[in-house]
């Protein structure tokens, strides 16, 4: 075990145990405003003191790691379900038109920042969390189809694929269960990156009014409704940013923890 | 290297072509007519088709789509729905605080990026390097915008130092109107500022370990003069790829940090279009995004082709 795993694990699941924790209990009812108590700064009674309707911080972060773990969850799985077939499809038939279309479309994709993506699909559509997923899980295919191609493309060169070749299995086949089990620590350390960048994406865009809306409770919103309260509540701001830095700095600790863990060659190479 | 600028060249203009299909795609498939909902529900009929046709919506598509690449082509981004002015003036006004934040941060990243970078690398495995890695590891965790509040809150609120938000234009002078946009441009900076620094120090740690380097030193240069005459330059084209994507972060970053200061730039125009159901504000401010993204992506290319021959074979 390294230091990296080990803060990023234990930074991770507090904020997953949080998440969780807050289907069946929070210490005040999230959305329960309580104006004479508004604007509190941190005390016994709310942990993280209250916000202008009197709402209790403390759970609307619990509830907000939700919503933010949801987004991010969904955009990574949608990154990963679109972008690994593609990717392996191209490293499979590497060289031929559909190589070429597959690469060339994952550039295109690349020239759509997630904050594009959003814009386009709110001003179609409307505002809401949806969005936000659909936006960064675009986002996120290119990703994927790229690492999982590299990777494809130097385990084709190898003598275990040629031999099942040799066993008459199809490229489909090879891909699957050969290709595949081999790039899944690969695909492990990337989601990981790419559920930290889904955080910090869905903070930005519910703070810009582009993802979840009132009454679901999201960091970035927070942050928003906390933008012309900073100067006499700064504990508003502050409380959100850092449940996000916390949250993305785990993570990030994890996925660089888990490359070393799980790629013993960067480790020797390390020491 | 004529050859290979001609197909990069053709890929660009493709993806182009693609790019504009699909925004105007999907701002097609938006729900509601522009001209009903400029003249609201009380409208007669006739006027809404007078409307329609005036803003060209009465020809079929295909039509449309190449009207509107065609007209783009000469600056021309058509006529706002809600303002009923030319686009192309509205967007080019709010260039001018958009474009030149972005290049500011970009600046600002570079100044900050590169002397941490080559410290890290000439100090790999010591307290300097760690702690370089450990501010570099904060500052990719940082999200810009509440980074932007905080130092409002400091440096506006609290110190008083720069004012807490808006333009005071290019028109009161140079240094006013940088002095505005300094709080933004370090906010967008510091986390690229970060991702810029750590390939700094990966790209720099690469070439230390070259047999050149070791050459260098064997014909008697000082470790110092090692790291500035053939370290750091030779580890500048990987870091001179990721300047130049950084571009267009920054860009489609600034939308967001506009909104904490209350910038007149492109990101309030395209918020302001989304309430007010503008769409052909959006399309074109969406488009011009991602015509920056596709161009800086093949001026990059270019210059990595002309600095080093063997990726010209490669793609």
Redesign the interface.
Known sequence: MNRNLIIGTTLSSLVIFAALLSFIWTPYAHTAMNIPEKLQSPNWQHWFGTDHFGRDIFSMIMVGARTSIAVALVAVSIGIGIGVPLGLTAAARKGSWLDEIIM?GN??V????A??IA???????GAGAINAIIAIGIFNIPVFARVTRGAALSLWERDFILSARVAGKSSARISFEHILPNVMNLLIVQGTIQF?LGI?AE??LS???LGAQPPTPSWGRM?AD??TM??FA?HL??I??VA??LT??GL??LGDGLRDYLDPRLRIARS | MLRYSLKRLM?LI??LA??SL??FL??E???GDPASFMLGINAQPDTVAALRTELGLDVPKTQRYLTWVSNMLNGDFGTSYTYRTSVATMIADRMWVSLPLALYALVLSTLIAFPAGIYAAARRGKAGDMAVMGAT??G???????FA??M??VFA?NLRWFSAGGFVGWDKGLWAGLHSLTLPAISLALPQAAILARVMRSSLLDILGEDFMRTARAKGLSRRQALWRHGVRNAMIPVLTIIGLQF??LL??S??IE??FYLPGL?RL??Q??SS?D?IV?ES??ML??FA??VV?FIVDLTYAAVDPRLRSRT
């Open positions: 060339r550039d295109l690349f020239a759509f920042p904050i594009v814009i386009l699909i709110t001003a179609v559509f930290s910090l903070a930005g703070y810009v009014g942050l906390a933008q900073v100067s700064p701001a502050l959100p940013g996000i830095i993305v700095l990030n600790l | 890929s493709l993806s693609v790019a699909v925004i999907v701002i498939v938006a729900p590891q904060l990719v965790a940082v999200p810009n915008f509440w509040m905080m409002v809150l609120i267009s972060f489609a970053g939308i967001i909104q904490v990101g395209v918020f279009a989304i159901r769409l959006v401010v969406v995004l991602v993204v596709i992506n």
